[in-house]
Each structure stands twice: as structure tokens, then as C-alpha cells.
């Protein structure tokens, strides 16, 4: 079944189920028998099982019906609990708001608001007094959690202040934040019980645990998880004369009634505003502390809201923008593995292409053949892939139910895929699994070659993973590829031809693929000479062999290299690949010994002293520097006029340079902070003149975070130190922190 077929199995199922549904409670529609009831109940739970994607948050699924539903009473809603339609493009959503406005012959304000993916409630106020709390079922009926609900801290059993109306229904969305989410499912699997698909699958059955039967551990545990759901008030059910003309005036009256109203709503004036809400949220879906999948956009008059009425199913004055969804399911077609460049060999999922976050994603990384058996997945499983926001995709696991039979293990290779070498762990108890060429394996040196030119390090453009891979590829007999990161200096115009390479993902490591699955090659440095060419291309070079000219990018990479010998010293330290060796202790080594060949003669004594640098890389480089051909490289890259030395510096232990904007400040950065790498981060703060740190201390001055960001951002609040996000960070690294304190405070 593909997705859309499953979709489409969905809205059928759940149309049975509802029109059943509304026939049992007395509209003139059949009546059915319980066994079919059932099976369209199971089915459904089956489908979204497999296909979680296709679960809305109206599913009867997760009401009145589902397994354990009969144990709740019902509770017939007061004014009936709408859904929304949705609209998944601006185009969409664009012609939405203009038929509103056609409709209502005028401009209109909209109010725009987060689509929590969480579970709908509605709070029965008598007199200010919670009387009875109801999930919304099929519109209609709910279940009575009154008694649960008593164990959200949100949600008052009395309304604050004076004057609440003798009815009203208060409705919202009951959810989890990430982080409770996180710990629910990390303390299920630390009992062997099931986890939850979602935050939405984890609220729904949170709130929908029964008392009865639990011993009093069981009740503790309940009440705790009942304890951390949260509410946002999204609406008002049955209220005959709302004291107010708009949703935000809503919003801000029960606010003052006690009741959890968003942070991030916003009323606008128009319909392109109300389209850059959505922009904005795409992009920072990650940055709210709960999930949500999509925005909700609502007229904001009242007045309008009764004008521009509802259809049986949803109201004509709002509507959810769904972004796309997060969780897919895709078929596993390979698991392949890759060696990186220091010869880790990693197995990669290899997947049909699937649409996931907005992006289409074909390979995931496995880490290692035990993660590989720990997340049981067989070559040709349908798996659920998972990718939020930017951040890397994973595989989550697989759908045992829609094995056929054909699916096999993956067995982890014993030898090298690309040089034959015996793969083994590093060190006994290691799991990985390493090859132990390192000098000559292909895959090794195409990746230090690439690492050598990458920004972190001599940041050669050009010298990406395309052109490493051209380099080190052999292609014609009479021109040796680069079999060593050594002879980088050394090439010329002849070694630039007649090369076609096979592209690949710089994060996965595997042949990138076109979009009609082939395999995507290029030739960045090849130019065979037409009959009708000049005799060289315009800005290209005659390399004096007849038949070939070195294109204009040929040209441009060998003057970077040529230019990338004189960089600063702590680049090539950077450019080596020596373990633990970043840009942070590189700097420190470069400052302190100002040669390479002063921090190869130092004693490892005399580097773990170095600040920053410290015990582990001081064996490190002593381990490096004792292996022969690495200090061929060095020797080479020398020879062949390299500068690795910094020029006019004193000798070991001088003073060290200073006098930046960050002179002084300790900086620590975690999480993605948009704009930058973890290394250029890094640099950024040092070539401010601060200290960047790994770790968060009472002595940091500020901790930059971004999206991911997680112990490091615990702890700088634990200890109050300042946090800053990434438009602060490039503020700070730029003109220092009292630009920062410029800003009032809550800007950025
Ligand atoms: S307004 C009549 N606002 O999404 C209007 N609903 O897919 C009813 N939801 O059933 C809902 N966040 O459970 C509204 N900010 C929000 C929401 C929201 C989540 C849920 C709600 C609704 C479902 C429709």
C-alpha cells in the first residue's frame, strides 16, 4: 500500500466509524453490528500503526471507541467540537483567505496561532467551577476524564477573578513538551513497555489511563504523567453571549480567568502577514518547546466567526496550515557500508526516496552493525524514517507487520569495501569497526585530502568532496592518482584531466544519487579539446599536451592550493587529521610552539601543558607524529614550500596575541546555530580573541545555543549563565558582548 492509498483507506474508515457512531447516538443514518463496528475500529489502528503519517488528530482512534474507551463515560458536548480543514501550500491557503474575505465583503484581521499536535479537551465551567472535562470524541460525545484531568497542574478546578458566565466549555489542546515526551518514552523502555509513536499517541493515552485495578506505584506513576501534560486554550465551546468581539479578546479574558492561553499567537491585517506567520514557523517549527504540524489561522472577529458559519465537519473562519509531516514510512532497499577517513566503516541505510520534512531523503547513517541489530531492521523492511527540521536523518526502525517473507539480514562485511583490508575495532571492546590501511585504503585519503581543504582546516576552495574524490581516483595509467594527502602540494595541470568522478553525499559518504536513481557523475577538472575551441577556454591554461586543456576550475583549485601555503600555522595542524587535534587546540599549539616542527620535538609534558590542549592530545600527537609517513607528509608538504612555521614567532611559550573583541570572555557553543558549523563557531570566538570551551562552567560568560541544544543548555541555566541564540552570537563574536547589552532585553 503507498501512503496516498493508505490515506485514502483512512478517510473511509473513519467516515464508517463516524456516520456509525452518530446512527448509535440517533441520527436517521444505519445503525451497524458491534463485529463490524469493531473490525473498522481495528483496522484503523492497524493502518495508523503502519502508517503513522496518516493519524489526525480527530482519528476515533484516539476517543471514544478505541481499546480502552468503553471504560470512560460519555459526555455529550454542549456545542458540538468542530475540526479544521486543511491546506497544505501558501497558494492553498491564500485562496482559503480570500473566499473569507470575499464572503465577508470586507478586509479581515487574522489571528494566527501554533497547531499543537496534541489532543483536543474540553472543560465544562460551571460558575467558574470545572464541573466535567471531555476529549472530543466524535464531535458530539466524549469520554468523561474529569477525574484525570484533575491531575493536570494547568488546568484550575475554579476560575480566577469574578464575573464567569453560569456555562461555558473551555477547549484546548492537551500535549507534551518534547522533553516530557523524551522522558516518558526513555522511562517505558526503561520498564519494557511500549513506546509511544508520538507526543500526540503519548497524550492521548496519558489522559486516558484508568485509576481502577493499579496498585499504588502504578497510581504514582499515573498521576506524575498527568502531571507534566500541559493545556493551551484554543477556543470556546458553548458561551451564548461572549462579553467580547474577537478570539484574541477570548485569549485575554481567560487568561485572566487562570486558564493557559499560547505565547505565540498573533493578530495581523492581512492575509500575506498571517503567510509569513506560517514562513516563520517552518523554519523555527523546532525552536517552540512542543511539537507542532502545522499553524492555525482564525478570523479574529467574532462577529465574522457566526457570518462565515461551519460546515458539518469544520468552521469556515479558520484553518490549519499542515506543514509537512515529519515520520514517513519508506521501503529499506539496501544497507551499505562506507568508510570515512579514519576508516570507520559505517553502515548506511540505503532507502526509496521519500518526502520527509520537506525534503526528499534516500540514506541514513546506522552508526554501526549494532545499532543496526538493536533496531532490527532487514534488507527490504518498510521502515519509519524520521527527520525534524535540519537535523540528520534517522531510521527508527522497522514495520514488522508488513514483512513479506523476502527480507534478509544485513551482515556486516569482514573486509573493506574499498581497499580489501581486514576491518577490525580499534581497541578490544571497541564497537566500531575500523580499517586499518590507513595509509594507502582509497576511502581514507579521499577523506583527509577533503578534511585538508575543508573550511575548519586550510579552507582551499575547490577542494571539496567532488574534486577529493577526482584526485584520488585512478583514471589514466600515465598520470598516478593522489595516493597520499602528502603530495597535495605538489600537483600540477597534468594531474587535472581526464577525470570523472562519482559524486557523492558529504554526509553519508555514498554515491549521490540523480533524481532518477543513477548515479551522479561529473568531471570537474576534464575538457576535452573540440575542434572548434580556441586553444584555451577563457580563463583556462594550455597544459602543452595537444589534446587536453585544464579547465578554468582546474586552473582556480591548483592557484588555491598554491595559495593555501602560506595559511596560518594552526590550519595545517588542523589539515593533518591528528586525532583530537581542532581547531581549538590547534590554535593554542600554533600560538604556543609557532612551528610544527617545534610541537613535534616537544616532550608530552611540554604539550598537555599547553592551555586547552591537556593529557589526551598530547598523546595523541606524540602517537602521530611517531608514525613514518606521517611525518612524510609534513616533510613533503615542507618541501614543496608550505609554510609551517608562523613567521617572526619567538619560539615556544611566547605571549600570545590579543587585544579582540572577546579578550578575556569564554564562550561555549551547542546546537545548530544557523549560519554557522560547530568548528566555524568555534573559530569565530577565537579569532575574537576569546575562549571557546566544551564544557559549561561557572566561568562561562555565555553559552550560544541553537536547535539540539540539550545538557549544555541545562546547565548554563542550572547556573544562571547568560544563553544567547545565534543573531546574539554573530552580534557578540563581531563587536563583543557590549553590543550585546545594548539590546533591550528581550530582543533577538
Ligand atoms: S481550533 C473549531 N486551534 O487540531 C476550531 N485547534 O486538526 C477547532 N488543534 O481538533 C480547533 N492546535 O484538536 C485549534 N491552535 C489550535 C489548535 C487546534 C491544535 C487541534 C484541535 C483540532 C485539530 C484539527
Same mark, same amino acid.
Given at each position: 500500500?503507498?501512503?496516498?492509498?493508505?490515506?485514502?483507506?483512512?478517510?473511509?474508515?473513519?467516515?464508517?466509524?463516524?456516520?456509525?457512531?452518530?446512527?448509535?447516538?440517533?441520527?436517521?443514518?444505519?445503525?451497524?453490528?458491534?463485529?463490524?463496528?469493531?473490525?473498522?475500529?481495528?483496522?484503523?489502528?492497524?493502518?495508523?500503526?503502519?502508517?503513522?503519517?496518516?493519524?489526525?488528530?480527530?482519528?476515533?482512534?484516539?476517543?471514544?471507541?478505541?481499546?480502552?474507551?468503553?471504560?470512560?463515560?460519555?459526555?455529550?458536548?454542549?456545542?458540538?467540537?468542530?475540526?479544521?480543514?486543511?491546506?497544505?501550500?501558501?497558494?492553498?491557503?491564500?485562496?482559503?483567505?480570500?473566499?473569507?474575505?470575499?464572503?465577508?465583503?470586507?478586509?479581515?484581521?487574522?489571528?494566527?496561532?501554533?497547531?499543537?499536535?496534541?489532543?483536543?479537551?474540553?472543560?465544562?465551567?460551571?460558575?467558574?467551577?470545572?464541573?466535567?472535562?471531555?476529549?472530543?470524541?466524535?464531535?458530539?460525545?466524549?469520554?468523561?476524564?474529569?477525574?484525570?484531568?484533575?491531575?493536570?497542574?494547568?488546568?484550575?478546578?475554579?476560575?480566577?477573578?469574578?464575573?464567569?458566565?453560569?456555562?461555558?466549555?473551555?477547549?484546548?489542546?492537551?500535549?507534551?513538551?518534547?522533553?516530557?515526551?523524551?522522558?516518558?518514552?526513555?522511562?517505558?523502555?526503561?520498564?519494557?513497555?511500549?513506546?509511544?509513536?508520538?507526543?500526540?499517541?503519548?497524550?492521548?493515552?496519558?489522559?486516558?489511563?484508568?485509576?481502577?485495578?493499579?496498585?499504588?506505584?502504578?497510581?504514582?506513576?499515573?498521576?506524575?504523567?498527568?502531571?507534566?501534560?500541559?493545556?493551551?486554550?484554543?477556543?470556546?465551546?458553548?458561551?451564548?453571549?461572549?462579553?467580547?468581539?474577537?478570539?484574541?479578546?477570548?485569549?485575554?479574558?481567560?487568561?485572566?480567568?487562570?486558564?493557559?492561553?499560547?505565547?505565540?499567537?498573533?493578530?495581523?491585517?492581512?492575509?500575506?502577514?498571517?503567510?509569513?506567520?506560517?514562513?516563520?514557523?517552518?523554519?523555527?517549527?523546532?525552536?517552540v518547546e512542543h511539537e507542532i504540524d502545522g499553524i492555525v489561522v482564525k478570523v479574529d472577529d467574532l462577529a465574522l466567526h457566526d457570518e462565515l458559519g461551519a460546515t458539518s465537519r469544520a468552521p469556515r473562519w479558520a484553518i490549519a496550515y499542515k506543514y509537512p509531516p515529519e515520520q514517513v514510512n519508506t521501503k529499506l532497499e539496501d544497507i551499505v557500508v562506507?568508510v570515512g577517513r579514519t576508516g570507520r566503516a559505517t553502515p548506511f541505510a540505503v532507502m526509496a526516496p521519500a518526502r520527509v520534512a520537506g525534503s526528499v531523503v534516500r540514506q541514513a547513517t546506522l552508526h554501526n552493525q549494532e545499532v543496526v541489530k538493536a533496531k532490527g531492521v532487514l534488507i527490504g523492511d518498510t521502515v519509519v524514517l524520521r527527520k525534524a527540521?535540519?537535523?540528520?536523518?534517522?531510521?527508527?526502525?522497522?514495520?514488522?507487520?508488513?514483512?513479506?517473507?523476502?527480507? @534478509? $539480514?544485513? +551482515?556486516? !562485511?569482514?573486509?573493506?569495501?574499498?581497499?580489501?583490508?581486514? %576491518?577490525? =575495532? &580499534?581497541?578490544?571492546?571497541? #564497537?566500531?569497526?575500523?580499517?586499518?590501511?590507513?595509509?594507502?585504503?582509497?576511502?581514507?585519503?579521499?577523506?583527509?585530502?577533503?578534511?585538508?581543504?575543508?573550511?575548519?582546516?586550510?579552507?582551499?576552495?575547490?577542494?571539496?568532496?567532488?574534486?577529493?574524490?577526482?584526485?584520488?581516483?585512478?583514471? @589514466? $595509467?600515465? +598520470?598516478? !592518482?593522489?595516493?597520499?594527502?602528502?603530495?597535495?602540494?605538489? %600537483?600540477? =595541470? &597534468?594531474?587535472?584531466?581526464? #577525470?570523472?568522478?562519482?559524486?557523492?553525499?558529504?554526509?553519508?559518504?555514498?554515491?549521490?544519487?540523480?533524481?532518477?536513481?543513477?548515479?551522479?557523475?561529473?568531471?570537474?577538472?576534464?575538457?576535452?579539446?573540440?575542434?572548434?575551441?580556441?586553444?584555451?577556454?577563457?580563463?583556462?591554461?594550455?597544459?602543452?599536451?595537444?589534446?587536453?586543456?585544464?579547465?578554468?576550475?582546474?586552473?582556480?583549485?591548483?592557484?588555491?592550493?598554491?595559495?593555501?601555503?602560506?595559511?596560518?600555522?594552526?590550519?595545517?595542524?588542523?589539515?593533518?587529521?591528528?586525532?583530537?587535534?581542532?581547531?581549538?587546540?590547534?590554535?593554542?599549539?600554533?600560538?604556543?610552539?609557532?612551528?610544527?616542527?617545534?610541537?613535534?620535538?616537544?616532550?608530552?609534558?611540554?604539550?598537555?601543558?599547553?592551555?586547552?590542549?591537556?593529557?589526551?592530545?598530547?598523546?595523541?600527537?606524540?602517537?602521530?607524529?611517531?608514525?613514518?609517513?606521517?611525518?612524510?607528509?609534513?616533510?613533503?608538504?615542507?618541501?614543496?614550500?608550505?609554510?609551517?612555521?608562523?613567521?617572526?614567532?619567538?619560539?615556544?611559550?611566547?605571549?600570545?596575541?590579543?587585544?579582540?573583541?572577546?579578550?578575556?570572555?569564554?564562550?561555549?557553543?551547542?546546537?545548530?546555530?544557523?549560519?554557522?558549523?560547530?568548528?566555524?563557531?568555534?573559530?569565530?570566538?577565537?579569532?575574537?580573541?576569546?575562549?571557546?570551551?566544551?564544557?559549561?562552567?561557572?566561568?562561562?560568560?555565555?553559552?550560544?545555543?541553537?536547535?539540539?541544544?540539550?545538557?549544555?543548555?541545562?546547565?548554563?541555566?542550572?547556573?544562571?549563565?547568560?544563553?544567547?541564540?545565534?543573531?546574539?552570537?554573530?552580534?557578540?563574536?563581531?563587536?563583543?558582548?557590549?553590543?550585546?547589552?545594548?539590546?533591550?532585553?528581550?530582543?533577538?
Amino acid at each position: 500500500m503507498t501512503p496516498e492509498e493508505a490515506h485514502s483507506e483512512a478517510t473511509r474508515l473513519t467516515d464508517l466509524i463516524v456516520s456509525a457512531r452518530d446512527a448509535y447516538y440517533g441520527d436517521d443514518a444505519e445503525v451497524v453490528d458491534d463485529a463490524t463496528y469493531d473490525g473498522w475500529m481495528r483496522a484503523l489502528e492497524d493502518l495508523e500503526r503502519l502508517y503513522p503519517e496518516v493519524q489526525g488528530q480527530d482519528s476515533p482512534t484516539l476517543t471514544v471507541g478505541a481499546a480502552q474507551s468503553s471504560l470512560f463515560a460519555p459526555v455529550e458536548h454542549a456545542e458540538r467540537m468542530l475540526s479544521l480543514d486543511n491546506v497544505f501550500s501558501e497558494e492553498e491557503f491564500l485562496a482559503w483567505a480570500a473566499k473569507v474575505e470575499r464572503d465577508a465583503g470586507a478586509s479581515v484581521r487574522y489571528l494566527c496561532e501554533l497547531k499543537i499536535d496534541g489532543l483536543a479537551l474540553s472543560l465544562r465551567y460551571e460558575r467558574g467551577v470545572l464541573t466535567s472535562a471531555a476529549t472530543r470524541g466524535d464531535g458530539r460525545v466524549g469520554e468523561d476524564v474529569t477525574e484525570n484531568v484533575r491531575y493536570i497542574p494547568g488546568i484550575p478546578a475554579r476560575l480566577a477573578g469574578t464575573g464567569h458566565p453560569d456555562i461555558v466549555e473551555v477547549r484546548g489542546e492537551v500535549f507534551f513538551t518534547v522533553a516530557d515526551f523524551e522522558a516518558l518514552n526513555a522511562y517505558q523502555q526503561s520498564n519494557g513497555d511500549r513506546l509511544f509513536a508520538n507526543p500526540r499517541n503519548a497524550a492521548s493515552g496519558s489522559l486516558r489511563q484508568k485509576a481502577e485495578g493499579k496498585n499504588e506505584r502504578q497510581l504514582s506513576a499515573m498521576r506524575e504523567r498527568l502531571g507534566r501534560l500541559r493545556l493551551t486554550v484554543h477556543g470556546i465551546g458553548a458561551w451564548s453571549t461572549p462579553p467580547v468581539g474577537s478570539q484574541s479578546e477570548v485569549y485575554e479574558l481567560v487568561a485572566t480567568w487562570g486558564l493557559p492561553v499560547s505565547a505565540h499567537y498573533r493578530v495581523v491585517d492581512s492575509a500575506r502577514e498571517a503567510a509569513d506567520f506560517i514562513d516563520y514557523y517552518g523554519e523555527h517549527r523546532h525552536d517552540v518547546e512542543h511539537e507542532i504540524d502545522g499553524i492555525v489561522v482564525k478570523v479574529d472577529d467574532l462577529a465574522l466567526h457566526d457570518e462565515l458559519g461551519a460546515t458539518s465537519r469544520a468552521p469556515r473562519w479558520a484553518i490549519a496550515y499542515k506543514y509537512p509531516p515529519e515520520q514517513v514510512n519508506t521501503k529499506l532497499e539496501d544497507i551499505v557500508v562506507s568508510v570515512g577517513r579514519t576508516g570507520r566503516a559505517t553502515p548506511f541505510a540505503v532507502m526509496a526516496p521519500a518526502r520527509v520534512a520537506g525534503s526528499v531523503v534516500r540514506q541514513a547513517t546506522l552508526h554501526n552493525q549494532e545499532v543496526v541489530k538493536a533496531k532490527g531492521v532487514l534488507i527490504g523492511d518498510t521502515v519509519v524514517l524520521r527527520k525534524a527540521g535540519d537535523v540528520i536523518p534517522e531510521v527508527l526502525g522497522p514495520v514488522v507487520e508488513l514483512r513479506d517473507g523476502s527480507e @534478509r $539480514p544485513f +551482515v556486516m !562485511p569482514t573486509q573493506c569495501p574499498e581497499c580489501g583490508a581486514t %576491518l577490525a =575495532p &580499534a581497541k578490544e571492546g571497541d #564497537i566500531d569497526l575500523r580499517c586499518p590501511n590507513a595509509r594507502t585504503c582509497p576511502a581514507q585519503v579521499r577523506g583527509r585530502v577533503e578534511h585538508a581543504g575543508s573550511r575548519g582546516a586550510l579552507d582551499i576552495e575547490g577542494l571539496g568532496e567532488v574534486s577529493a574524490a577526482a584526485l584520488t581516483q585512478p583514471v @589514466r $595509467p600515465e +598520470v598516478p !592518482p593522489l595516493t597520499s594527502e602528502a603530495g597535495l602540494f605538489d %600537483l600540477t =595541470p &597534468a594531474d587535472l584531466f581526464g #577525470i570523472d568522478v562519482v559524486v557523492r553525499d558529504a554526509e553519508t559518504g555514498l554515491p549521490r544519487l540523480l533524481d532518477d536513481g543513477s548515479p551522479d557523475t561529473r568531471s570537474p577538472f576534464r575538457r576535452q579539446r573540440k575542434k572548434t575551441d580556441p586553444p584555451y577556454e577563457s580563463g583556462g591554461e594550455f597544459d602543452g599536451d595537444a589534446t587536453h586543456i585544464v579547465s578554468k576550475a582546474a586552473t582556480e583549485l591548483l592557484r588555491n592550493i598554491e595559495e593555501a601555503k602560506t595559511r596560518e600555522l594552526w590550519r595545517f595542524l588542523v589539515a593533518l587529521g591528528i586525532r583530537h587535534v581542532g581547531p581549538v587546540a590547534a590554535r593554542e599549539l600554533a600560538q604556543w610552539f609557532g612551528s610544527i616542527d617545534a610541537i613535534r620535538s616537544a616532550s608530552r609534558e611540554e604539550l598537555a601543558a599547553v592551555e586547552g590542549v591537556g593529557g589526551i592530545i598530547a598523546d595523541s600527537l606524540i602517537d602521530w607524529f611517531e608514525v613514518d609517513w606521517h611525518r612524510e607528509i609534513v616533510e613533503r608538504w615542507a618541501g614543496s614550500g608550505a609554510q609551517l612555521s608562523t613567521p617572526g614567532h619567538p619560539g615556544p611559550g611566547a605571549a600570545v596575541v590579543s587585544g579582540g573583541v572577546l579578550d578575556g570572555v569564554t564562550v561555549v557553543a551547542t546546537g545548530t546555530l544557523e549560519g554557522y558549523t560547530r568548528e566555524g563557531a568555534q573559530e569565530a570566538i577565537l579569532r575574537a580573541g576569546g575562549k571557546a570551551a566544551s564544557s559549561v562552567s561557572k566561568k562561562t560568560d555565555f553559552v550560544a545555543a541553537g536547535p539540539g541544544a540539550r545538557s549544555k543548555l541545562a546547565k548554563a541555566e542550572s547556573l544562571g549563565v547568560r544563553i544567547i541564540d545565534a543573531n546574539q552570537f554573530k552580534l557578540l563574536v563581531e563587536q563583543g558582548p557590549e553590543a550585546l547589552e545594548a539590546l533591550a532585553p528581550d530582543a533577538g
